[in-house]
């Protein structure tokens, strides 16, 4: 059986703290009053990447899951 690649999409604002604030809290991370980019770089860390998000302006992490919303050129 194939595996099942899930489709990431953009995600601005709210939706993307939302986003952010969920999986910090799937983690057991404390993202409490913190804001959106280091929530993130948090998480990444939390998760063994480089905490680059929105830090780099190209990037090689085909499988981030904070790829689209970034804005860093893949590379």
């Given at each position: 059986?194939?595996?099942?690649?899930?489709?990431?999409?953009?995600l601005?604002?709210?939706?993307?703290?939302?986003?952010?604030?969920?999986?910090?809290?799937?983690?057991?991370?404390?993202?409490?009053?913190?804001?959106?980019?280091?929530?993130?770089?948090?998480?990444?860390?939390?998760?063994?990447?480089?905490?680059?998000?929105?830090?780099?302006?190209?990037?090689?992490?085909?499988?981030?899951?904070?790829?689209?919303?970034?804005?860093?050129?893949?590379?």
């Open positions: 059986m194939a595996k099942k690649i899930k489709k990431q999409k953009l601005k604002g709210s939706p993307l703290s939302a986003y952010a604030r969920k999986k910090a809290q799937e983690l057991g991370l404390d993202g409490k009053g913190m804001k959106l980019a280091n929530l993130v770089w948090m998480i990444q860390e939390k998760e063994g990447h480089s905490s680059c998000f929105k830090r780099e302006k190209s990037c090689t992490q085909s499988g981030c899951c904070w790829q689209l919303s970034c804005g860093a050129k893949m590379e």
